[in-house]
């Protein structure tokens, strides 16, 4: 999952900026009637980079909503393995993080 989370992150990245990209091409053309008018394609191709970033955005959401529900879930075991009160367990020290440096 938290593997997923960046892959994902990384996916949105990569879909704005191919976002920032989408009308590049695009020239302003005085001699049309239309100057400003965009081509059908660009605006797809706009439209659908905006919902794949959303959607990869949802994800980045959802994985890591789930490693968060996880590892609480894992606390709240090792807390009953432990037979730790209420106070014991909120007033104890942070454990030490082992350095292998």
Not at 5 to 12: G, Y
Not at 13 to 20: A, I, K, R
Request: aromatic share 8%; charged share 25%; hydrophobic share 40%.
């Amino acid at each position: 999952m938290f593997d997923s989370a960046f892959r994902e992150k990384q996916k949105k990245n990569t879909l704005e900026e191919s976002l920032n990209q989408a009308f590049s091409n695009y020239r302003f053309n005085p001699e049309s009637k239309n100057p400003i008018l965009l081509g059908d394609s660009s605006i797809q191709n706009f439209h659908e980079l905006n919902d794949e970033i959303e959607a990869a955005q949802i994800s980045i959401e959802a994985c890591s909503g789930t490693v968060v529900l996880v590892l609480s879930r894992m606390l709240l075991a090792m807390r009953n393995d432990m037979d730790a009160t209420d106070e014991a367990w909120e007033n104890s020290a942070p454990l030490e993080v082992a350095r292998f440096d």
